[in-house]
């Protein structure tokens, strides 16, 4: 046990006697001891700069600030900003001009403009661009974020937007600001790991190290005899219901079974009285592994003889689309000029300012209620629903604010059923987060898509065929995929005239982290390669693209 310090920290021109560790962050010391939840955690390493307080004035990471190191300083969070209830300048210059989206990063946003307006009240937009360097935003584009900052002084009488004075159509083409800007504007919006519940547990998930292998034999005594720990589960402890987006397509466990996909697949999880406590207790677990062959180019997937990933499924052709109109060889004869070329569109992942995170809880009747940061709360009741066999109607899913998701948070994530069987199991509410680096393993991004791209054109511009040959590597398991190959041919006839059409997609499952839904679900890899091959046809042709 690390020993104990008293210190007295000024935080918002309140002092506070807090006791911390020589490794407390002050991060920790903020939210969870003085319930100043405005001060976000994104990453832990200093690297997105939502934890943003200012250390006398000047711009910080609280991530990176030992408690220890804060002491004789006068921190300020968001919380402190307004005077008397009344917002700063700019805090309502952010909300008039429209630089709040998800909210996560803007108290970091908002206090690093504090420090830059109170050395120079009149920046210009580089001086602003270079002080926002180390404060990272997934939404909004900085535009808007740059022109609060750059007009807060004309915010400095209470703002008169939106109320009609008599005129009921004032509001018509007029600039409105966000129902929750106030919120999210002065740090009250409450996130899912903003959730602090009496008697509260934590859980931590223990992941595959290796991509493919049978689970041999897993002994959890050393982790469950662990002082701390509530609670130890893993496959044997949890429903053999499979889950996944399309039913004709489910095919994820809980807990793993009998084998493992990929590195990352969720082998076990604890429940304790800390963080800290779970991630000893899971150094604790012993897990044997015989591995097994591994692929992971969706080209050899496809082969015969490649080792089968899924074994539900016969090969490891996750989905298959084969999709045309009209006669694409007819076409390309009456074209005057036929080109064709191959295309790559790499993974990406979304990367939202705020890791996942999901708190559940269950009351005396037996009804459960989950906190979490999802786009979809219908969709985790309902599946929810399946995996615990209980009603719909003895399930809440409270949406809370959602700091980014672009797809990511579009199924029912690990940690929703986890941390609900895991509060079961203890009686006690357990919330559950990933770190930064975990949402690479948890995250679902975009699929890399491999395509063959031919079109024929006439010297007028006209469209006369396309032909289109897509594939898409899913990873492990079909979470979006059945609607990511699809709409990666679907979504290219929508915006020209394709009088022939023919497209052959193929969704491949792989040993690699799965994919799923992000920003545009599987279309902007084949509209890149469609527009590319469309300029290389008119350029040929002489024609303006």
């Not at 041999?216 to 002082?227: Q, R, Y």
Request: glycine letters at 10%; hydrophobic letters at 35%.
């Amino acid at each position: 046990m690390s020993k104990r310090h008293v210190i007295e920290l000024a935080v918002n021109g309140d002092q506070h006697v807090v006791p911390v560790t020589a490794t407390t962050r002050l991060t920790e010391v903020l939210r969870e001891q003085l319930g100043l939840t405005g001060t976000k955690v994104g990453c832990g390493v200093g690297d997105c700069g939502a934890c943003t307080v200012l250390l006398d004035g000047e711009p910080a990471n609280a991530c990176l600030l030992l408690a220890l190191e804060a002491e004789g300083h006068e921190i300020t969070t968001i919380e402190g900003l307004a005077t008397h209830g009344e917002l700063h300048p700019l805090q309502r210059a952010f909300m008039e001009e429209g630089a709040i989206q998800c909210g996560f990063c803007t108290p970091a946003m908002v206090l690093t403009g504090k420090a830059l307006i109170s050395k120079n009240p009149n920046p210009k937009e580089e001086e602003i661009r270079e002080a926002l360097a180390g404060t990272l935003c997934r939404c909004t584009g900085y535009g808007k974020i740059v022109r609060a900052i750059e007009r807060w002084q004309e915010y400095t009488k209470p703002s008169q937007a939106g109320k009609t004075s008599g005129d009921e159509h004032v509001v018509v083409g007029a600039r409105l600001p966000r129902k929750d800007a106030p919120e999210k504007v002065t740090g009250r919006a409450r996130y899912a790991d903003d959730i602090r519940l009496p008697n509260m547990l934590y859980g931590k998930i223990l992941t595959s190290p290796v991509p493919h292998a049978r689970i041999v034999g897993i002994d959890t005594s050393k982790a469950e005899a662990l002082s701390g720990v509530k609670a130890v589960l893993t496959g044997k402890d949890v429903t053999d219901t499979l889950y996944g987006i399309s039913p004709a397509r489910y095919d994820e466990h809980v807990l793993a079974k009998e084998k493992v996909c990929h590195v990352g697949d969720e082998v076990a999880a604890v429940a304790a009285v800390d963080e800290a406590t779970c991630k000893r207790a899971l150094e604790l677990i012993d897990v044997e592994y015989e591995e097994l062959p591994s692929v992971f180019d969706p080209f050899e997937a496809m082969q015969d003889g490649a080792p089968i990933i899924v074994e539900r499924f016969k090969n490891n052709i996750n989905t298959r689309v084969d999709w045309n109109f009209g006669d694409v060889e007819r076409g390309f004869e009456d074209a005057d000029l036929v080109l064709e070329d191959k295309y790559e569109g790499n993974r990406t992942y979304q990367s939202p300012m705020e890791p996942h995170c999901a708190v559940s809880e269950w009351d005396g009747d037996g009804r459960l209620t989950v906190y979490t940061s999802t786009q979809v709360v219908h969709y985790v009741r309902y599946q929810l629903a399946r995996l615990l066999e209980i009603p719909q109607g003895d399930i809440r899913v409270i949406g809370t604010h959602c700091g980014g998701g672009f797809g990511g948070k579009a199924g029912l994530n690990p940690l929703e059923i986890l941390s609900a069987l895991l509060a079961k199991r203890t009686g006690r509410p357990v919330k559950m987060r990933y770190t930064r680096s975990e949402m690479f393993h948890h995250g679902r991004g975009r699929h890399k898509q491999h395509i063959e791209l031919k079109m024929g054109m006439k010297r007028d511009g006209t469209i006369t065929a396309v032909k289109q040959r897509c594939v898409l590597d899913g990873g492990a398991y079909s979470s979006f995929g059945i609607v990511a190959v699809y709409y990666a041919g679907a979504m290219i006839p929508t915006l020209y005239k394709l009088p022939n059409y023919k497209y052959d997609g193929f969704r491949v499952n792989t040993n690699l982290p799965a994919c799923g839904a992000m920003r545009g679900h599987g279309c902007p890899h084949p509209r890149f390669a469609f527009e590319s091959l469309l300029t290389d046809m008119a350029n040929s042709l002489g024609l303006d693209p």
